[in-house]
Nanobody, 116 residues
Framework: QVQLAESGGGLVQAGESLKLSCLAS????????MAWYRQTPGKERELVAR????????EFGDFVKGRNTIRRDNTKNTVDLQMNNLTHEVTAVYSC?????????WGKGTQVTVST
């Protein structure tokens, strides 16, 4: 089993930057791709960014293009999401995701709130 724990969420002001971190534990050698998702009330969870085991990133969503960076460190079992120049539409619960030998693993999520 793989466990994921997010950190770094909180209340920030528009225009500021924030870095979310996800620490994996357990059978970390089984982890393949990882990703960050977000969810707002009443909406389905949506993919923000993903990264392969080899570190190839891809960001999604018009609200994040050019302002977000996903990185992972396999030696530390972490995947980070750097978000810059935050806007109110970034407000959501952000969850870490990992694929591990066919299993889908999720963290509990961390709230990010951007005040205007």
């Amino acid at each position: 089993q793989v466990q994921l724990a997010e950190s770094g969420g909180g209340l920030v002001q528009a225009g500021e930057s924030l870095k979310l971190s996800c620490l994996a534990s357990g059978k970390t050698w089984t982890i393949g791709g990882m990703a960050w998702y977000r969810q707002t009330p009443g909406k389905e969870r949506e993919l923000v960014a993903r990264i392969t085991r080899g570190g190839v990133p891809r960001e999604f969503g018009d609200f994040v293009k050019g302002r977000n960076t996903i990185r992972r460190d396999n030696t530390k079992n972490t995947v980070d999401l750097q978000m810059n120049n935050l806007t109110h539409e970034v407000t959501a619960v952000y969850s870490c995701y990992a694929q591990a030998q066919g299993f889908e693993c999720w963290g509990k999520g961390t709230q990010v709130t951007v005040s205007t």
